[in-house]
């Protein structure tokens, strides 16, 4: 096990990047310089570059997509499936994705390139209803690279052909989409041992990254480039790195107790498949921790005409 530094300040350095998602943060900064760097419409075809990340709850997929932002430095615009407002589902445009999505375009018309992240694209399944259905036509135009007829604006006025063409070209030329979803059906199929008589490892196997495509809807799929980015679950090992990977981070008066509480918490994170979740539980029931242990001493205290409580502490615990 590591050795921890108590005492220094914590690092700010970013990107920040576990180290179970390393390999494919990489891969995703390489496609995102190349978005940025070419001139897509001088091609003779388009480029496929979205990229969708697969893997089960809690492996960190948002927290990749964000971190590939951070270090390419382009402005960010994180989207959900499940939360998706569809065009003609209210009469107030603000309300809804696609003037959100144009918003951000056009905000960011003079950036180097921009970063949208389709987030639960795993709810996609065939349409039982009209909502499911537009949902679905409205996300395949933002893969597409397309934007939607007709756009209005906030106050529900059609935007201008020059407004609408400035969007185009920036969803079309600049902007990259990092898709995911967890698909946890897949995961669990292969998480079960074999079942009957005979030699068996005992252990699950995980999916490859030809039957994860064979699995996924074709409509889906033929959206994205085709090597799929696969987040595998959490190992015990994982929830260490994790650990100490971030404990630099952490201001030096709660990093000990930090630690401590986290490598309490590995074997029930591990059995709840807590993921990089685990970290924001660790954290909570760190402040928790010292906030109980500040209020003890200041009990201590309480008699005496002037009461010392450390600084720093009184900072974070106003």
Same mark, same amino acid.
């Given at each position: 096990?590591?050795?921890?530094? =108590?005492? %220094?300040?914590?690092?700010?350095?970013?990107?920040?990047?576990?180290?179970?998602?390393?390999?494919?943060?990489?891969?995703?900064?390489? #496609?995102? /310089? $190349?978005?940025?760097?070419?001139? /897509? !419409?001088?091609?003779?075809?388009?480029?496929?570059?979205?990229?969708?990340?697969? *893997?089960?709850?809690?492996? *960190?997929?948002?927290?990749? $997509?964000?971190?590939?932002?951070?270090?390419?430095?382009?402005?960010?615009?994180?989207?959900? =499936?499940?939360?998706?407002?569809?065009?003609?589902?209210?009469?107030?445009?603000?309300?809804?994705?696609?003037? $959100?999505?144009?918003?951000?375009?056009?905000?960011?018309?003079?950036?180097?390139?921009?970063?949208?992240?389709?987030?639960?694209?795993?709810? !996609? +399944?065939?349409?039982?209803?009209?909502?499911?259905?537009? @949902?679905?036509?409205?996300?395949?135009?933002?893969?597409?690279?397309?934007?939607?007829?007709?756009?209005?604006?906030?106050?529900?006025?059609?935007? /201008?052909?020059?407004?609408?063409? #400035?969007?185009?070209?920036?969803? $079309?030329?600049?902007?990259?989409?990092?898709?995911? *979803?967890?698909?946890?059906?897949?995961?669990?199929?292969?998480?079960?041992?074999?079942?009957?008589?005979?030699?068996?490892?005992?252990?699950?196997?995980?999916?490859?990254?030809?039957?994860?495509?064979?699995?996924?809807?074709?409509?889906?799929?033929? +959206?994205?480039?085709?090597?799929?980015?696969?987040?595998?679950?959490?190992?015990?090992?994982?929830?260490?790195?994790?650990?100490?990977?971030?404990?630099?981070?952490?201001?030096?008066?709660?990093?000990?107790?930090?630690?401590?509480?986290?490598?309490?918490?590995?074997? @029930?994170?591990?059995?709840?498949?807590?993921?990089? /979740?685990?970290?924001? %539980?660790?954290?909570?029931?760190?402040?928790?921790?010292?906030?109980?242990?500040?209020?003890?001493?200041?009990?201590?205290?309480? %008699?005496?005409?002037?009461?010392?409580?450390?600084?720093?502490? %009184?900072?974070?615990?106003?």
């Amino acid at each position: 096990m590591d050795s921890i530094n =108590l005492s %220094d300040p914590p690092s700010d350095s970013a990107p920040f990047i576990l180290g179970h998602q390393r390999s494919i943060f990489e891969k995703l900064t390489a #496609i995102g /310089r $190349a978005c940025f760097s070419i001139q /897509r !419409h001088t091609l003779p075809t388009r480029i496929r570059t979205n990229t969708l990340i697969v *893997g089960p709850t809690g492996t *960190g997929k948002t927290f990749l $997509a964000e971190a590939v932002a951070k270090e390419l430095e382009v402005p960010f615009l994180p989207l959900a =499936l499940s939360n998706w407002v569809i065009l003609c589902g209210t009469d107030r445009g603000a309300q809804t994705t696609w003037v $959100a999505i144009a918003d951000f375009l056009y905000k960011n018309r003079k950036a180097p390139g921009v970063i949208i992240f389709l987030d639960e694209i795993d709810k !996609h +399944r065939r349409p039982t209803s009209s909502w499911d259905q537009q @949902a679905q036509v409205e996300s395949f135009l933002l893969l597409d690279g397309r934007i939607p007829r007709f756009l209005k604006d906030e106050d529900g006025d059609l935007l /201008r052909e020059e407004k609408l063409s #400035i969007i185009q070209n920036v969803l $079309a030329n600049r902007t990259y989409i990092i898709a995911a *979803g967890a698909f946890q059906h897949l995961w669990e199929n292969h998480a079960q041992p074999p079942i009957g008589f005979g030699e068996t490892s005992g252990d699950a196997r995980l999916p490859t990254p030809d039957e994860l495509a064979q699995t996924l809807p074709r409509e889906i799929v033929n +959206r994205f480039s085709r090597a799929l980015q696969i987040l595998e679950p959490l190992h015990e090992a994982d929830y260490e790195s994790m650990l100490t990977a971030i404990a630099p981070r952490v201001p030096h008066y709660l990093r000990e107790t930090f630690l401590r509480i986290g490598r309490e918490g590995v074997g @029930a994170a591990m059995s709840m498949q807590q993921g990089c /979740r685990f970290i924001e %539980d660790v954290m909570l029931q760190t402040i928790l921790s010292e906030r109980a242990s500040l209020q003890i001493v200041q009990l201590e205290f309480q %008699d005496n005409e002037k009461e010392e409580a450390p600084a720093e502490r %009184d900072e974070m615990f106003f």
